[in-house]
């Protein structure tokens, strides 16, 4: 048993490894999760579950991979990025679609596995160290939701003079303000980073500006 274990002493920290050999994860994979639907299994919800994630919110998670095959990990967001907890919208295509599926509806320190197949995981081609058509299991610790910048209602609350068209200083200063008001300032790279995103892939002539008709979430998921 010690032996099977040490890939999480080695990827992860030990505080992890202590706390996955709490977790009741009977089989990594059996035959009927290996199709094309991502299984959701709540592991811990809080009493008061409130507010619940859902398209277009901001996410604070930390989420650690393994191969369905062989419980072997690929991925430990504690030990990547100094350790920090994620940040990204949710249900946009920032992470792959099964995750996107599997995070929607938690709650505030929430805990989930969610067991995603390939085809809404990483795909034929698979992703290094990922094999290809891998089912994969991830756990996920959701830290905080906060309302995100995809939202119509967010589009409204971001134009400030009320002329229908985005700036990307009206996108920043909503930024500032929501999470200043959760209590969770940021440093400006954070904001500029999903400042870009949005202007990305919703300033379809590249003129700087959104326009109303330009912002619409539901056009954004594309995995």
């Known amino acids: 048993m010690h032996s099977g274990m ?17 977790r009741s994860w009977s089989v990594w994979a059996t035959a009927d999760e290996l199709d094309s639907e991502v299984k959701i299994e709540v592991v811990f919800k809080p009493e008061q579950c409130s507010p619940k994630s859902k398209r277009g ?8 991979g393994f191969l369905a095959k062989d419980g072997s990990q ?13 940040w ?11 995750l996107d599926i599997g995070m929607m509806d938690m ?28 089912t994969v299991i991830f756990e996920v610790e959701l830290y905080s939701v906060s ?16 002329d229908r068209i985005l700036t990307k200083a009206e996108v920043k200063e909503y930024l500032k303000l929501e999470f200043e008001k959760g209590g969770k300032p940021r440093d400006d790279p954070f904001y500029e980073k999903i400042i870009e995103d949005i202007f990305r892939k919703n300033d379809k002539d590249r003129d700087g500006l959104i326009s109303a008709n330009e912002y619409n979430i539901y056009k954004h998921d594309e995995l």
């Open 107 to 134: 709650c505030p320190g929430e805990k989930r596995k969610i067991t995603v197949p390939p085809e809404l995981a990483f795909g034929e081609k698979g992703k290094h160290p990922v094999p290809p058509n891998a």
């Open 147 to 162: 309302r995100g910048p995809r939202t119509m209602e967010a589009f409204g609350n971001m134009d400030l003079d009320k």
């Open 74 to 86: 690929f991925y430990c967001s504690r030990s990547d990025k100094a350790g920090h907890p994620q």
């Open 88 to 98: 990204f919208v949710l249900g946009v295509g920032q992470v792959i679609k099964g």
């Open 6 to 22: 040490m890939w999480k002493l080695v990827s992860c920290t030990l505080f992890l490894f202590i706390s996955s050999q709490l």
């Open 57 to 64: 919110d901001l996410v604070n998670v930390h989420y650690d």
